[in-house]
């Protein structure tokens, strides 16, 4: 299996993207950076956490712009997983492969810290290693990641299935003090329709080595190399 991670300028957590994949791999990712125009042939895509473009105009605005993407478009409109993780998803949103948009925090103030999530299907190859209903452990570490979209669109995320995690207690309740940004309905991630691409906020890759404190997120790296190689 190959993978890549896309690299902007202003990209901060592209490294913390390959370790972890690397680690399931057993190689390194290739890492492209964002102005390429031809994707290598790869089985998945990262677009990492940071701040592409100093978060400028708009989360994820500019980047989503950048030649690579045109190209990451494409084949993800052909089936190619793509993880978009923090940035990333916001990334996701603006160029139209995921609906919605995250905006600013309900509390106006950056976040960093840990927080639990609610697993809501195991019926993707990103959450194949989790159960539904299982909670986990991920960091958060952002100031717009309060995931807003109209009514309807909401309504159909949840009638097809394709919220993937939501923000939770440690005992897996679904309320408003779990909430940490006002993200409506407290979605973490999402999936497009055919699952093949999730945006998430929180970053499985910071706790993907028990030297990092935790490795829930292990098992979405892990699950992805065991259903694509």
Not at 215 to 220: F, L, N, V
Request: proline share 6%.
């Amino acid at each position: 299996m190959k993978a890549a991670v896309i690299v902007f300028p202003g990209s901060n957590c592209d490294r913390d993207a390959a370790v972890a994949l690397e680690a399931a791999l057993g190689h390194p990712p290739l890492m492209v950076w964002h102005r390429e125009t031809v994707l290598p042939d790869v089985d998945l895509v990262v677009v990492p956490g940071g701040f592409s473009y100093g978060d400028y105009l708009r989360c994820g605005a500019m980047a989503a712009q950048s030649p690579v993407m045109r190209e990451v478009k494409d084949k993800a409109a052909g089936g190619l997983p793509v993880l978009g993780i923090c940035n990333g998803f916001q990334i996701l949103t603006e160029t139209g492969l995921l609906p919605g948009a995250l905006i600013r925090n309900a509390g106006l103030k950056f976040i960093c810290r840990d927080v639990h999530l609610k697993v809501e299907t195991a019926d993707s190859v990103f959450t194949r290693n989790y159960e539904a209903g299982q909670i986990v452990r991920f960091p958060i570490a952002h100031a717009e990641g309060n995931y807003f979209a109209d009514a309807a669109t909401l309504d159909r995320l949840e009638g097809e299935g394709l919220v993937a995690f939501r923000y939770a207690t440690p005992e897996g309740a679904v309320t408003a003090e779990a909430n940490p940004n006002g993200a409506a309905r407290n979605i973490a991630g999402i999936f497009n329709e055919k699952r093949t691409v999730l945006g998430l906020m929180p970053h499985p890759e910071r706790l993907a080595d028990d030297l990092l404190g935790g490795t829930d997120g292990k098992a979405m790296f892990d699950g992805l190399v065991e259903a694509l190689s």
